[in-house]
């Protein structure tokens, strides 16, 4: 199994291309099953997670022509689908085992058929993540549910959802997208409450309106959905990956270097993290192709942060800024509100010389004046890069084991890193 080696002490300096996001662009391949009509999708990332859920919509009867490959370094590829009919209503657990957002094929299939049967979802094992929001939202629209043997049966009686209230009691991002995606084609007019605002939601709605959808709320805790018979197709760009462009940020900083992070409207998306790395000591500068990051003085600052939905600070951010954390000039507090097992970085984190004490959902993080290359594994998707943004900065080598969480979510990353002076290789050495 690959590993990435990773030797610290060199500053990153020059352009960094942002790919498109992996969390866009995962419910907005889900959104082709919607239509007839070809959806075509540009800048998508080169990305096991879209390689997967790709796979899983050819096997419910979209087909797929990739119109270019985008083989350049931060080009994104274009794909196109195209679903005349919907040949198969399940969704098999051997292949959303693998990815949790797989879950987003459900409202399309249901509002699409009347009916759809998927597998309870798998991904990064960072906690409890239940779909119930997803199901009662369902309910909300009128669908009977049934689980049984590890499967979501939901069954629109009469073969369309009708239009209803939605009120979620807390937020979810993938609950909101199915439910948006799934009250396009309700009958009558849908309305969710207390609906997730990251810019990825925005990003879906936004290609669901180019498709013919009647959608308005945007960017608010209120969504209304007047469903109509049919969508067609269109074109569509993937937004930039806010999370990669934060994690970069971190990177330049963390190395005492400077990066031109190159991205649409991403200081835009990036709210939340902007405030919290701002507050460490990094400074952003516009630029016409994206944005500069770079520490403004010699010190990274410690800074007290809690994960909060949008626009707050993101738990997918957690992970990267703990990293820079470990090297800053005092302590720092980090709560994690989200997920409640999204800390299994700390021991890794603490191999490498870094000083973090737990205290339930609190991790105290006190700075330290050199980390320590070491063997680390990666648990999750996050928690890998966290652990590659400490290896930038580590007095000697080290070596990150199971990358394979890193291909789901940061496309080359390795080579993104050679371009702008990372000493960074990937192999097939000593992986586990």
Do not use: W
């Amino acid at each position: 199994m690959d590993r990435i080696a990773v030797t610290g002490g060199f500053a990153l300096k020059g352009s960094l291309p942002i790919s498109g996001a992996k969390n866009a662009a995962l419910p907005l391949m889900c959104a082709g099953l919607l239509t007839e009509s070809a959806l075509t999708l540009s800048n998508l990332p080169h990305l096991a997670d879209i390689s997967t859920l790709k796979s899983l919509l050819e096997g419910h009867g979209a087909e797929t022509k990739i119109e270019d490959e985008g083989k350049k370094l931060g080009e994104g590829q274009i794909i196109s689908f195209t679903t005349p009919a919907i040949t198969n209503t399940t969704a098999p657990y051997d292949i959303v085992r693998k990815m949790r957002a797989s879950i987003l094929v459900l409202g399309p299939l249901l509002a699409r058929t009347g009916e759809a049967t998927v597998s309870l979802p798998g991904g990064c094992a960072i906690g409890n993540r239940p779909i119930d929001l997803h199901l009662k939202g369902f309910e909300a629209m009128g669908a009977n549910i049934e689980l049984e043997e590890g499967y979501v049966r939901a069954v629109a009686p009469g073969g369309r959802l009708k239009g209803g209230t939605v009120v979620f009691p807390t937020v979810s991002v993938g609950a909101t997208e199915n439910i948006l995606m799934a009250a396009t084609l309700a009958e009558g007019t849908t309305v969710i409450e207390n609906a997730a605002r990251e810019p990825e939601i925005a990003d879906l709605a936004s290609c669901l309106i180019a498709m013919g959808a009647n959608i308005t709320g945007i960017g608010t805790r209120t969504l209304t959905v007047e469903g109509v018979d049919k969508l067609h197709g269109t074109e569509y760009s993937v937004m930039s990956d806010r999370i990669e462009a934060g994690s970069y940020a971190i990177a330049a900083a963390m190395t005492r270097g400077e990066l031109e992070l190159v991205g649409e409207n991403l200081l835009e998306v990036m709210t939340g993290t902007v405030g919290a790395l701002h507050e460490a000591g990094i400074e952003f500068t516009e630029t016409d192709q994206g944005v500069i990051a770079k520490l403004a003085s010699d010190k990274i600052k410690g800074i007290n942060v809690t994960t909060q939905p949008f626009p707050g600070f993101p738990t997918d951010m957690q992970a990267q800024v703990m990293a820079m954390m470990t090297i800053c000039d005092s302590a720092s507090v980090i709560n994690e509100t989200i997920f409640e097992n999204r800390f299994m970085h700390v021991p890794e984190l603490t191999r490498m010389g870094a000083d973090i004490t737990m205290h339930g959902s609190t991790a105290i993080v006190r700075g330290v004046d050199q980390l320590l290359g070491a063997p680390v594994m990666a648990t999750d998707l996050r928690a890998s890069m966290s652990l590659v943004l400490a290896g930038l900065v580590a007095d000697r080598q080290t070596f990150v084991n199971r990358i394979y969480h890193l291909d789901r979510g940061y496309e080359r990353l390795v080579e993104k890193l050679q371009n702008v002076g990372a000493k960074i290789t990937r192999d097939s050495g000593m992986g586990i």
